[in-house]
């Protein structure tokens, strides 16, 4: 069955950067992307870009561009998203989600996602 | 940017009521792309609908979409127990792809 397995919560301070990862399985990881979600603690979700698991092209939130960095490892179908100069408003839980994108197509709605990743920044 | 606005805020309902819930975009969303998500309280998303009207799988048939150009509606039927959740709509007609503010589906 298909999986997406994300990292443990991380405590940040401002300033600093953190990576997390999002292990996945049961499906073809080539053929799929990886989108990552944000959601401040009670608020609504926000698009924070997408990265191909077909040839690692990424497309990237214009208020995170130069923050942001979306890896992916295929040899081990891990997906992975680096956030520097992190900022109090940076708390939030980040998701990982799968979007279908081929070589040929790419259909952008997020059909399974991870559990969820707190990230708390905080002097 | 598109802008994703949705409605109402707060829909307090009882089981077994039809819910019926409004996202209206700022400028036509290309080829119907839009999805709707589930949130129940401290889990991760779930999606419901994609293309606007198409089912994603294991999803109920009380739960259907439809719309197109700026409008869009999600409704369910008839409300079970495990309905009463936070609704997002999303757009992915072109980047970025973002989400509405979310309606509150709650027990009357």
């Known amino acids: 069955q298909v999986q997406l397995v994300q990292s443990g919560a991380e405590v940040k301070k401002p300033g600093a950067s953190v990576k997390v990862s999002c292990r996945t399985s049961?499906?073809?990881?080539?053929?799929?992307?990886i989108a990552w979600v944000r959601q401040a603690p009670g608020q609504g979700l926000e698009w924070m870009g997408w990265i191909s698991g077909y040839n690692g092209n990424t497309d990237y939130a214009q208020n995170l561009q130069g923050r942001v960095t979306m890896t992916t490892d295929t040899s081990t179908r891990t997906g992975y998203m680096e956030l520097r100069s992190l900022r109090t408003d940076d708390t939030a839980v980040y998701y990982c989600?799968?979007?279908?994108?081929?070589?040929?197509?790419?259909?952008?709605?997020?059909?399974?996602w991870g559990q969820g990743t707190l990230v708390t920044v905080s002097s | 940017e598109i802008v994703l606005t949705q409605s109402p805020g707060t829909l307090s309902l009882s089981p077994g009521e039809r819910a019926t819930l409004s996202c209206r975009a700022s400028q036509s969303v290309r080829s119907t792309s839009l999805a709707w998500y589930q949130q129940q309280l401290g889990q991760a998303p779930r999606l419901l609908i994609y293309?606007?009207?198409s089912r994603a799988t294991g999803i109920p048939d009380r739960f259907s979409g439809s719309g197109s150009g700026t409008d869009f509606t999600l409704t369910i039927s008839r409300l079970e127990p495990e309905d009463f959740a936070v609704y997002y709509c999303?757009?992915?007609?072109?980047?970025?792809?973002?989400f509405g503010p979310g309606t509150k589906v709650d027990i009357k």
């Open positions: 293309g606007a009207s």
């Open positions: 999303q757009h992915y007609g072109g980047s970025p792809f973002t």
């Open positions: 049961g499906y073809s990881f080539t053929t799929y992307g």
């Open positions: 989600a799968r979007l279908y994108c081929s070589s040929v197509t790419c259909y952008f709605h997020l059909d399974y």
